[in-house]
């Protein structure tokens, strides 16, 4: 078990980066058969580890003044025998939100928004996250500029400064 | 103007040019090249020991350290060598910090040879042993290493190349430019032509950390019989990423190191302070950094492997560094013939084998320091070449 884990941890970190790595490619990488890849790779997929493939996309670029991203601190009082995770359920049930994550501190929900402005994350926020019951107080805080996104820097990489040296 | 390489050191007129950098002046030039061919990291030094770096200008380390380097460099060295690789070292009396590893051979060589004295350098290797050698006075001697042996050298070409005039053996595994590795069983057996001799081992280890598979890298000096006779050479630029700071170190017998800290002294003064309190926070805390950067090199050299060889090319597997060493013999060129080719018809800059001593031939180099994207559409173009031939 302990064996098949490393080996499927060196496949997630292989395709978090670059999901469109073929099974041969990542066969050659790591040094392992094709099906053994295939396998694997369907394992994680059925188990839900994998959610899902897409590309990291730098909104700003993508959308220029089209798109506003939101996080929102929430707080909230939790359900009698549900606990936190109702409230999240009703949540993350809106295709506005991007991301949930209970936190720990001094609020309860860290949500991610996205909207096409300002004034539709506000009204979003207004009319449905601080309307919910449960709900005791929100704080939002507008993303202004992305530097850094998944572990991928924003911008350009810098173009391969090595110069020609004796070795 | 006047011509003045009359003037010029005769010695010093007498070394080729490197033949590393006449494809890579021409790449440079080119539009869409694509290049396997520097011998350095990609990554960047890790941020952490940047960040050390940097911090220690803020607190105004600017002056002079002492010759031999920081006393808590030295110690941090020792400590990492015994960590890693079992060896024991005095911090005060046998180490000494150097501008990178390439210093520590030069003062190593200058130290010890007087003129006459024969250096045995196995090769294919890295291209400063001779040059230094000769500027030192001393006969470069080159052994052939073969790719039937997995380009080890083997006890048989030792004792064949030994002469009463034999005074030091450079023993430069990891290798650059076949990524050989000497195992344990293969150090024993040189080690025991050695032993009855006076003939001192340069070990060359700067790719140490850069082993594959699941034997670590094992120094010639960690066999006790050969540990006084051993000075060894190592340095940050590899395992950390860190070329640019210029930082390497010797370590050996009290003699030895005093010998070349008194070159070092005059030549030198002592290696960059920002670079010594930088390389503190590297083998403190560093460790982590080093498998990540193996582990992607681990990836990339199965990627290049497996394409040379798919593609007719073949590539015994290299087992340290960052190069792949591929034949090139059936393509019916010669190293040189087969680099330029590829350079004008596909962009593609690699360095002939013969820029690592004659036995080179036949084979190129490729650094598999490069991102997979850039390695897969090199080896792409490099098998249309082979392919139309």
């Known amino acids: ?167 | 103007m006047r011509n003045m390489k009359e003037l010029l050191n005769s010695a010093v007129q007498a070394i080729p040019p490197s033949g590393i950098r006449r494809f890579f002046d021409i790449a440079a030039e080119m539009e869409d090249a694509i290049s396997l061919g520097v011998g350095e990291p990609d990554f960047v030094t890790p941020w952490h020991i940047r960040d050390e770096g940097i911090y220690s200008l803020e607190k105004g380390k600017t002056h002079y350290t002492s010759n031999a380097g920081l006393k808590e460099l030295r110690t941090e060295i020792c400590n990492y060598l015994n960590r890693r690789f079992s060896l024991r070292y005095d911090p005060l009396s046998q180490v000494v910090v150097t501008v990178g590893g390439s210093e520590a051979i030069d003062l190593f060589l200058r130290a010890v040879l007087e003129p006459g004295d024969e250096v045995l350098i196995p090769e294919p290797c890295f291209v400063c042993y001779r040059p230094i050698t000769s500027l030192a006075g001393g006969v470069p001697v080159s052994i052939v290493t073969k790719a039937e042996n997995e380009f080890r050298l083997t006890p048989d070409e030792l004792k064949a190349a030994i002469t009463p005039k034999t005074k030091v053996l450079v023993l430069p595994f990891p290798n650059n430019p076949t990524g050989a590795v000497m195992r344990k069983e293969h150090l024993d057996a040189i080690a025991e032509v050695l032993s009855g001799t006076d003939i001192l081992v340069l070990a060359d280890e700067i790719y140490a950390e850069l082993t594959y598979g699941n034997e670590a890298h094992i120094s010639i000096a960690s066999i006790p019989e050969m540990y006084e006779r051993t000075v060894l050479i190592s340095g940050f630029s590899k395992a950390y990423a860190m070329t640019g700071w210029r930082l390497g170190y010797a370590c050996g017998h009290p003699d030895l190191i005093a010998a070349m800290t008194k070159v070092h002294q005059f030549a030198i003064m002592s290696a960059p302070t920002l670079a010594q309190y930088a390389a503190i926070e590297a083998l403190k805390n560093g460790d982590a950094d080093i498998a990540m950067m193996r582990e992607e090199y681990d990836r990339r050299r199965h990627t290049i492997v497996s394409g040379f060889n798919d593609m007719g090319l073949e590539c015994f597997e290299p087992e340290g560094a960052f190069y792949a060493f591929p034949s090139i013999q059936s393509t019916g060129l010669n190293s040189n013939d087969f680099c330029e080719k590829l350079l004008y018809d596909k962009k593609v800059a690699v360095v002939p084998g013969t820029a690592f001593g004659e036995s080179g031939e036949g084979f190129v180099r490729c650094s598999y320091a490069y991102s997979v994207q850039n390695i897969q559409e090199a080896l792409n173009r490099i098998e249309a070449f082979v392919k139309h031939r």
């Open chain 1, 1 to 167: 078990m302990e064996h098949y884990d490393d080996k499927a941890s060196v496949i997630l970190e292989l395709l978090h980066r670059d999901c469109r790595c073929s099974l041969e490619q990542i066969a050659t990488m790591t040094n392992l058969p094709v099906d053994e890849v295939a396998g694997i790779i369907d394992a994680l997929e059925k188990n839900h580890v994998i959610l899902g493939y897409g590309a990291r996309i730098n909104w700003d670029e993508a959308n220029g003044a089209d798109a506003v991203t939101a996080y929102i601190e929430l707080r909230v009082t939790p359900q009698r025998d549900l606990g936190y995770d109702r409230i999240a359920e009703r949540i993350y049930q809106y295709p506005e939100v991007k991301a949930i994550n209970l936190m720990s501190g001094s609020y309860d929900f860290g949500i991610t928004v996205e909207g096409r402005n300002i004034r539709e994350v506000a009204q979003f926020v207004s009319e449905h996250l601080a309307a919910m019951e449960s709900v005791i107080g929100t704080a939002t805080h507008f993303v202004l500029k992305r530097y850094k996104y998944d572990g991928v820097i924003c911008a350009p990489p810098s173009k391969d400064e090595r110069q020609v040296i004796s070795l």
